[in-house]
């Protein structure tokens, strides 16, 4: 009797999904970067997941490289269509990559310590990596926005 869960592939054993949904813009950014800087698409978010740690005095958390690369095959992820995305994701792309299960469990409960969420610190370090500005700069600028 099958329960309808097909199992994993092997790369997938053992790891957790971390997902953020971006404005179109900042998949371009992200692109570009991939492109220039011949990384994968989980070597970027590991760097932006990385950059948000380091501004906290945190260790880096994701180790960079792969055991293997794997290219799309399929055209880019799409913006989600406007009548199946919730409203919080509507005209926004999805951008991820699959962690080790105890690296996602730190990640995690970095987030529960400061009450952030996956979106939050994937759209903080992209800004932080892709954005010239330092890092003081960028925190300076939020809290001006904030008052």
Known sequence: MSTGKTKPPPSRLNKKQIIAFLEPEQIEVITKKISQEGKTGQEVLGEAIN???????MPPVIKYGHL???RRQKSRAQSRAQSTA???RKGRVAFGGWFHKDTHAKIAAFAAELDLTFQTIVEKGIS?????????EQEEAEVRDVA
């Open 68 to 70: 293997r690369l794997v």
């Open 51 to 57: 950059a948000v740690f380091a501004l906290h005095g």
């Open 86 to 88: 919730p409203s919080c």
């Open 128 to 136: 932080m990596i892709t954005d010239p500005k330092p890092a003081e």
